[in-house]
């Protein structure tokens, strides 16, 4: 019995990479959009928009899972759309890096917000004042000052991506190779005779990733309280 992942562990984790990767990528610029619209803006809908970014935290993932394949399916009325332009989500491995990032999203959305209004305001309307546009206060101003914050939050996207399990299995399968990322991969072990050694090799894996991610979340979170007292 090996306790080394084999070749199919180690191409679930491939895959895993790749489709975290994706999903904290991608997510990324509109988690930014997100958390400073929540963070600065006042708008009719705001509580709306805090609703809908942090739905997926206290949904089923079995649910957010089969509402992305009613409507990123190849019969949704959005994966309609796409299947036309030769863009297939469902049982792909893009599908799976969408539900991760649906998944993945509020955490990053939230380490982000906390960041921006963890700026004095102050800092911004100053810059303001000089005649600096909106767009290049949050470049030379705002952005600087949240970057812990930003990497923080994609650290835990990551994170979360790697482990996401309910959303992706419900709408890609869990297929060889093409969808069967770490969490699926541990699934399948668990289903099969004499896998077990396998699922610990991949759960052990697992763990490291966790640990990992909130250790550098939890560094970059005294970084910016460092910043925030002028340390």
Do not use: C
């Amino acid at each position: 019995m090996s306790w080394l992942p084999g070749p199919e562990a180690l191409a679930a984790l491939t895959l895993s990479l790749k489709v975290s990767a994706w999903a904290t990528a991608g997510s990324l610029p509109f988690a930014l959009l997100a958390a400073h619209a929540l963070a600065r803006w006042r708008f009719a809908g705001r509580g709306l928009l805090n609703v809908l970014v942090h739905l997926p935290l206290v949904l089923p993932p079995v649910v957010t899972g089969w509402l992305l394949l009613m409507t990123f399916g190849t019969r949704g009325p959005v994966g309609s759309l796409l299947a036309e332009l030769g863009i297939v989500l469902a049982f792909r491995w893009t599908g799976a890096a969408l539900a991760a990032a649906v998944m993945a999203f509020p955490l990053m959305v939230r380490a982000i917000r906390l960041s921006i209004e963890a700026v004095d305001p102050g800092l911004e309307q100053a810059a303001g004042t000089l005649g600096a546009s909106r767009a290049w206060v949050f470049a030379t101003v705002t952005l600087p000052l949240i970057l812990p914050g930003i990497v923080a939050g994609a650290v835990l996207a990551f994170a979360k991506a790697m482990g996401e399990f309910g959303a992706t299995i419900t709408f890609v399968s869990n297929i060889p190779g093409e969808t069967r990322t770490l969490p699926s991969a541990i699934y399948a072990f668990l289903q099969t005779p004499g896998g077990e050694s396998q699922a610990l090799a991949l759960a052990g894996v697992s763990v490291a990733v966790a640990m990992g991610a909130l250790l550098v979340s939890e560094w970059v979170a005294v970084r910016v309280a460092a910043r925030v007292r002028g340390a």
